[in-house]
């Protein structure tokens, strides 16, 4: 769990040596030294482990180890340290052989650099990883419910099964995931939509937190998640791991098998995932129909030509059915205050169930992805990505006369990509990147809902195009990029008038951002980093067109097709510290600033229809501004007892109406202490543990104050308070390892409800809930 | 390179552009379970004239004001009431009663009235025996105005507290029709 704060690199590993003697058939040694990159100091308390001689070694204070009397083969030894990802090497042993090892062991929240493979890194940007690790540690939790805990992420949620993350206060149109270089395509505009993404094909979930990533499509304003899986390991062998786990709240269970294999021809990774939950459970009832079942899918195949070409292909499959609280399904006003004065949700039974019936969401994407990576020199990279994308939406409603079977809302939408990148370095330490980004949408309705389409049919038509440069002189790296985006949105609306008639709209868009960055390492210690980025964003689909009633929401949407594009300022100032490898401190202070803010307004009007009366809401323009704090440190209280506090402040106005913006994150607090076994405890001659890890976190967050009470519904839920705990080990049988956790969250079964999440009108939030998940590497 | 990179970059934005062509009209969905039109038809028990109270939407949610009328009875009378609810945007116009017949157990109408005096009940049930509301009896008493208030939901717990009385409190469910329509008794 704690692993999470970390990632590791092993770089540059291996420099075979040979002696030359020739050695005996089993009288070889193995022996080498691991260093840690940063400190250049060596590292203790590394595991090393010899697989098929199930031979274990732990690396001593010089962090050297030893092994002595192995023979001739082909060997796998596994280099695993507390918190981070196991690192595995495949050698030909033929001679004794010695084996340096390279580890960088940072504190991520302190790391400039993040991981994307050769040459690709973010830098100057403040950004948060979860590494594989902790996707393996976590496996009952889907993509949003990954990266909560991490500073200045939050989650929108409407019920346990859908939820999407909320970076610096930004979400849906204005914040860009990027799921393996591709910006995901779906319905983003809707609250009750999660990204579809099966977080296991991932092993690294990075959140860039900076004023603007410019080299991202997808008219963010900020901050981008990006979801990637990792090479293949060059490993020749068919490897491959499972992960199961069981959890107790919704009955649920989460398999995933994942198997890869390298060869110079062709190399493979094949991720399968399947879940499926029956009904949660608040601190006192069910909830009924909160089930979820998905199956997922990705293949991934690599292959390179002479070191200078690098082709991958990647397809995923997402497919899940998830219902949604029947207690939560209201139609007018009246039903809603009807609702809130239930103390337990209508609807509610005394039973468990796997059943998902209406309301439910079925919901499917499928990414095709191909990669060509050119070096046509050590120094410049050219890169072509072309990407197709089909999502499809299903949203079921109670209806009469057996029409629950039928949809009430049914979208699909294909989405093409082609991008084309260049990235040279030069002399004196500069380095270019450019690029053009062409996004193709088509957007269509299936008629056989028998209700008017909230979205209507659309093409839309974005072609960008970037160039940043950055430059390093001594402890300082600048970095600044200019983008220019043009859209065509091509929609097809339906009136509601009688009769009903068709109107099409042709918009054109121009979009500029600009970035600038500068990073300043102060001491060896501490680093400054400051990053201004002015960003533009132009009105969606939704935006400008929603018409009628959303579902779920009980009020009346209406878009504005007078909207224009919104721009934003956003500057941030990073400060990291990092005095010893015991304690780091991360501070991170951001302003954004925008202009014509888009936003739903609840208007005075009440509309009065044949179903009663609905509020009227309607897309309007603002200036806004939201600032905010994140900062997060870590400490070790002794050799095997490491805290850990991240608190989160934020803050939203509107300031032309002077009054606080709606649906802004609640501030929080999060807090662990994590007990960490050294070396390994043997349990019987056959059996060891070890990386033993205890951990107890506890999430506060704060009630959302700022915020008026006409603003919304009911007033905003109390703070609360969540415990967890979790412990965690290898186990080691001769032949082969597994990790085991079981976890608690919500250990007190807390009654309470969350401030961003819908279903808090009608129902408590999940009560206590034990996992139990196991690890098999192969 | 550049210069290839370039000409990529070119071939890309425009082969792009030509997928951009018009989206075709999208077929117009067929709103078959739109309720536009609520009639309550009171007829005197003791004969004369039917009133005909009546709430047409035809627009369904969107913008044009319903078209409401409401209707002058007679006081001290005994009425028969019956609903009607009828989707007029398609033609000819759809009977959405039949549906309400056909799933009577998941539907109960709600009346509230303002009217001094005036009483409603219901004089129809589901197979289960619970009341449906498509049919009622109104006793209206001395002089006065008001209104009535019609209420349909869809799955409600009719076995829920005070429900088969006509009180919607602890029913549940989803608001299919709520109208409200002015009444003079004189």
Not at chain 1, 4 to 30: E, G, M, R, W
Not at chain 1, 187 to 195: E, F, L
Not at chain 1, 223 to 248: A, D
Not at chain 1, 660 to 676: D, Q
Request: some cysteine; glycine content about 8%.
């Amino acid at each position: 769990m704690f692993s999470k704060y970390f990632y590791c690199i092993f770089v540059l590993s291996c420099i075979f040596s040979s002696a030359s003697i020739v050695a005996q058939d089993c009288n070889v040694t193995i022996q080498g030294r691991v260093i840690d990159e940063a400190s250049q100091l060596p590292l203790s308390y590394v595991n090393v482990y010899l697989q098929e001689s199930s031979q274990g070694v732990a690396t001593d204070d010089e962090g050297r180890f030893l092994f002595n009397n192995i023979c001739i083969g082909h060997y796998h030894i596994i280099f695993s340290h507390i918190g981070c990802e196991d690192y595995k090497l495949h050698i030909d042993l033929e001679k004794d052989t010695v084996i340096d090892v390279t580890l960088l062991h940072t504190e991520t929240s302190l790391s400039t650099v993040v991981i994307q493979g050769h040459k690709d890194n973010v830098g100057t940007q403040p950004n948060l990883t979860v590494n594989r690790k902790k996707i393996e540690d976590s496996n009952n939790q889907n993509l949003s419910g990954l990266i909560e805990n991490e500073t200045g992420v939050h989650l929108i949620k409407n019920g346990s099964g859908i939820s999407k993350p909320v970076v610096q206060g930004l979400y849906g149109n204005r914040l860009t995931i990027l799921n393996n270089g591709v910006p995901q395509s779906g319905q983003q505009w809707g609250n009750d939509h999660s990204p579809e993404i099966d977080p296991f094909a991932a092993d690294n979930i990075t959140i860039l937190k900076g004023a603007s990533a410019i080299e991202y499509s997808g008219g963010n304003l900020g901050s981008v998640i990006l979801v990637e899986p990792k090479r293949i390991t060059r490993e020749p062998h068919l490897h491959g791991q499972v992960n199961y786990s069981f959890e107790s709240n919704g009955r649920g269970s989460n398999l995933n098998v994942r198997l890869e294999k390298f060869s110079s021809k062709l190399a493979w990774r094949l991720n399968g995932t399947l879940r499926k939950y029956g009904d949660r459970r608040s601190s006192d009832y069910y909830l009924n129909n909160t089930g979820l079942e998905e199956a997922n899918l990705s293949l991934q195949l690599e292959k390179s030509w002479n070191d200078k070409l690098f082709v991958d292909f990647y397809a995923s499959t997402f497919n899940n059915k998830l219902g949604i609280l029947r207690g939560a399904h209201v139609a007018n006003l009246m039903d809603l205050e009807q609702a809130f004065q239930q103390t337990v949700p209508f609807y509610t039974e005394s039973d468990f169930s796997y059943g998902i019936d209406a309301p439910k969401q079925h919901v499917s994407h499928q990414l095709a992805k191909l990669k060509a990576k050119y070096y046509s020199s050590e120094k410049s990279v050219i890169e072509l990505v072309l990407a197709g994308q089909l999502n499809s939406r299903q949203e079921f409603d109670i209806r009469r006369s057996g029409r629950s079977d039928i949809p009430a809302l049914s979208l699909s939408q294909t989405t093409f990509n082609a991008d084309l990148t260049y990235s040279k370095e030069f002399a004196d330490n500069w380095s270019m990147k450019l690029g053009n980004q062409n996004i193709f949408t088509d957007n269509t309705n299936d008629p056989e809902t028998g209700i008017l389409p909230l979205i209507p049919d659309y093409f839309s038509f974005e072609s960008g195009f970037f160039i940043t440069l950055s430059k390093k002189i001594n402890r300082t790296q600048f970095k600044s990029g200019f983008r220019y985006d043009y859209e065509n949105q091509k929609a097809v609306t339906i009136t509601n008038s009688v009769p009903k008639e068709i109107v099409r709209y042709d918009n054109q868009f121009q979009n500029v951002s600009g970035l600038f960055a500068i990073e300043v390492n102060v001491t060896d210690q501490q680093t400054l980093s400051f990053n201004t980025g002015l960003s533009m964003r132009n009105p969606e689909v939704n935006e400008l067109y929603s018409n009628g009633l959303h579902q779920g929401v009980s009020g009346i949407e209406e878009g504005d097709v007078q909207l224009k594009s919104e721009s934003a300022i956003k500057n941030t100032l990073e400060y990291k510290w990092l005095p010893s490898s015991s304690f780091s401190f991360n501070a991170l202070v951001y302003h954004q600033y925008f202009n014509d803010y888009i936003y739903l307004s609840p208007q005075e009007e009440i509309r009065l229809t044949i179903r009663g009366a609905f509020p009227v809401f309607k897309y309007e323009q603002t200036n806004a501004s939201i600032y905010g704090l994140d900062i997060s440190t870590q400490f070790t209280l002794s050799n095997s007892l490491i805290g850990q506090l991240k608190y989160s402040y934020l803050r939203g106005d509107d300031l032309q109406n002077n009054m606080p913006l709606v649906f802004m994150p609640p501030n929080s607090l999060f807090g662990s202490v994590t007990y960490r076994t050294h070396g390994s405890m043997e349990i019987s001659p056959r059996v060891t543990l070890d990386e033993l890890e205890v951990e107890f976190n506890n999430r506060y967050v704060f009630q959302q104050s700022h915020i008026l009470p006409e603003q919304d519904f009911v007033a905003p839920p109390a703070a609360y308070n969540l415990l967890g705990m979790k412990v965690s080990t290898n186990v080691f049988f001769p032949s082969y390892k597994f990790r085991v956790f079981v976890k608690a969250d919500n250990i007190l079964n807390v009654k309470y409800r969350d401030y961003l999440n819908r279903q808090r009108y009608f129902a408590d939030d999940i009560g206590v809930s034990y996992t139990f998940g196991l690890n098999l590497k192969f | 390179m550049t210069k290839n990179f370039l000409t990529l970059t070119v071939f890309l934005f425009f082969s792009m552009v030509f997928i951009a062509c018009e989206k075709d009209d999208p077929i117009i969905p067929n709103e078959e379970e739109l309720i536009t039109t609520v009639n309550y038809t009171l007829s005197p028990a003791n004969g004369g004239n039917d009133i005909v109270l009546s709430f047409v939407d035809l627009d369904g949610d969107g913008g044009s004001d319903p078209i409401i009328t409401g209707g002058t009875l007679a006081a001290n009378q005994l009425y028969t009431g019956r609903l009607d609810l009828l989707n007029e945007a398609e033609s000819p116009a759809e009977s959405i009663t039949e549906e309400i017949v056909e799933e009577d157990e998941d539907h109960q109408f709600f009346f509230e009235s303002t009217v001094n005096g005036m009483s409603i009940s219901y004089t129809d049930q589901d197979a289960n025996g619970n009341p449906v509301g498509l049919n009622t009896s109104i006793m209206t008493g001395g002089a006065a105005t008001g209104s009535i208030k019609v209420i349909l939901k869809h799955e409600p717990n009719k076995n829920a507290d005070g429900v088969s009385d006509g009180d919607d409190t602890n029913a549940g469910g989803e608001t299919d029709i709520q109208v409200i329509f002015p009444i003079d008794v004189q």
